[in-house]
C-alpha cells in the first residue's frame, strides 16, 4: 500500500517562496512519473507538474518560470520550489502518481497572507 505524506505548505506573502515536499512509502515511486496537483477552494483538482521517471518535465501554463519540480529516486521523494507566489496559488497542494493515481494524501496547505 502506497502511502504519500506532503510537507512544506504554510502562510506566505505574495512574492514568497516556498518548498513542497512529499514522501512516498511502499513500492512503486521509482517506476512511476509523479505529479503536483492543487485543489482551491471551490474549484476542481489541477495538474501543476509532472516528472517521469526520467526527468522529463511538464509544467501548468499558471505556474511556468515559477515553479519547479525535482525528484530523489533514493529517498522516494517529490519536490516543488515554489516562487514568486501570487495569491492566486493558494490551494491545498498534493502529490500523486502520474497519470494513474493511487490513494490520495492529506495534502499541504498554501496560503497568501496578503
Known amino acids: 500500500q502506497v502511502q504519500l505524506v506532503e510537507s512544506g505548505g504554510g502562510l506566505v506573502q505574495a512574492g514568497g517562496s516556498l518548498r513542497l515536499s512529499c514522501a512516498a512509502s511502499?513500492?512503486?515511486?521509482?517506476?512511476?512519473?509523479m505529479g503536483w496537483y492543487r485543489q482551491a477552494p471551490g474549484k476542481q483538482r489541477e495538474l501543476v507538474s509532472t516528472?517521469?521517471?526520467?526527468?522529463?518535465?511538464h509544467y501548468a501554463d499558471s505556474v511556468k518560470g515559477r515553479f519547479t519540480i525535482s525528484r530523489d529516486n533514493v529517498k522516494n521523494t517529490v519536490f516543488l520550489q515554489m516562487n514568486s507566489l501570487k495569491p492566486e496559488d493558494t490551494a491545498i497542494y498534493y502529490c500523486?502518481?502520474?497519470?494513474?493515481?493511487?490513494?490520495w494524501g492529506q495534502g499541504t496547505q498554501v496560503t497568501d497572507s496578503s
Open positions: 516528472i517521469t521517471t526520467a526527468g522529463r518535465i
Open positions: 511502499g513500492s512503486g515511486f521509482s517506476i512511476n512519473a
Open positions: 500523486n502518481y502520474y497519470p494513474h493515481f493511487t490513494s
